[in-house]
Nanobody
Framework: QVQLVESGGGLVQPGGSLRLSCVAS???????????MGWYRQAPGKQRELVGF???????VYTDSVKGRFTISRDNAKNTAYLQMNGLKPEDTAVYYC????????WGQGTQVTVSS
């Protein structure tokens, strides 16, 4: 079973940056390479939404609200996916999660991102 651990969240001012990491353990590197890896977020009172994902080949797709500000990448040697967030806005405040696509594993604990002055 794959275990997912997100890290890197914190409190930042509007316009600031954060880099989130997602480590997938309990699976082989071969298996990890097959997965597309997505980043999701859930704000208070809202449903979880897909922020974007990186395919097994490294192609990326983003939701319109983060396009041009967020970058998703992966390091297959480390079983890790990353979310680089620049130009953060208060509306980006949420708990951020990672998971594989298209069929999600059990969710990790997420990491809190708070954008506030």
């Amino acid at each position: 079973q794959v275990q997912l651990v997100e890290s890197g969240g914190g409190l930042v001012q509007p316009g600031g940056s954060l880099r989130l990491s997602c480590v997938a353990s309990g699976i082989s590197g071969i298996t990890f390479r097959i997965y597309a890896m997505g980043w999701y977020r859930q704000a208070p009172g809202k449903q979880r939404e897909l922020v974007g994902f990186v395919s097994s080949g490294g192609s990326t797709v983003y939701t319109d609200s983060v396009k041009g500000r967020f970058t998703i990448s992966r390091d297959n040697a480390k079983n890790t996916a990353y979310l680089q967030m620049n130009g953060l806005k208060p509306e980006d405040t949420a708990v951020y999660y990672c998971n594989k696509l298209p069929n999600a594993a059990d969710w990790g604990q997420g990491t809190q991102v708070t954008v506030s002055s």
